[in-house]
């Protein structure tokens, strides 16, 4: 059984979409420890409560500096010690010392076709607006590995969607969560707890 803590921001959309393929056996042989947001007022806390999952908020509000709270959340997660650390639209950088403790057993899902509209300041609805100021014709999304870099962690999989003729940075968002994230991010876990995508760090 692969154990799983999931970390959000906002919406809870990706989280949703997770607890979801859970519940229609699209993924199997994973269980969900906790949720953790950054944000008390995150709508992902209350799905994960509707749900029965353990949800918690730390925030770096709570704590003197960003040093403090780097330790208490590295801390908090070798405390619950996943299996496998999600981040479904989770806006913090995660500490170093928790890429070192959990190295290759972090997966994030970012809302572009990395290398493009990737790294600092691009999260979110920005990574949207940032396409259709290019103009790009294709967009999408990406689930990757974490590694100390922003968005720069090896591929695990990708899926483009297409921008259409007066899309607006909102109706962007929804068509690349819809056609793409919520449909990458289960798979990739099913992989993971099921074998067909191996972990470097340790063996499920
Ligand atoms: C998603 O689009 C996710 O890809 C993005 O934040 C959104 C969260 O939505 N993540 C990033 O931009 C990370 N760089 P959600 O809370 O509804 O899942």
Request: net charge neutral; hydrophobic share 45%; glycine share 8%.
């Amino acid at each position: 059984m692969l154990k799983i803590v999931v970390c959000v921001s906002g919406g809870g959309t990706n989280l949703q979409a997770i607890m979801d393929a859970m519940d229609s056996g699209k993924i199997t042989n994973t269980e969900i420890m906790a949720v953790i947001s950054n944000n008390a007022r995150a709508k992902a806390l209350d799905r994960a409560k509707n749900h029965g999952v353990p949800a918690l908020c730390l925030s770096p509000k709570s704590y003197p500096d960003r040093g403090a709270f780097n330790e208490a959340f590295t801390k908090k997660m070798e405390e619950l010690n996943p299996d496998l650390i999600v981040l479904a639209g989770f806006l913090v950088a995660i500490p170093p010392a928790m890429v070192d403790a959990f190295e290759g057993r972090i997966i994030n899902i970012h809302p572009a076709l990395i290398p493009s509209f990737c790294g600092v300041g691009y999260y979110g609805l920005h990574v949207h607006e940032k396409a259709l100021e290019y103009g790009v014709k294709v967009t999408g999304a990406t689930v990757h590995f974490v590694d100390k870099g922003m968005d720069t962690g090896r591929i695990i999989s990708q899926k483009a969607v297409y921008v259409q003729e007066g899309d607006t940075p909102e109706v962007l968002q929804r068509r690349v969560m819809e056609e793409a994230e919520w449909v990458l991010l289960p798979q990739a876990i099913d992989d993971i707890a099921n074998g067909r995508i191996r972990l470097s760090g340790k063996s499920v």
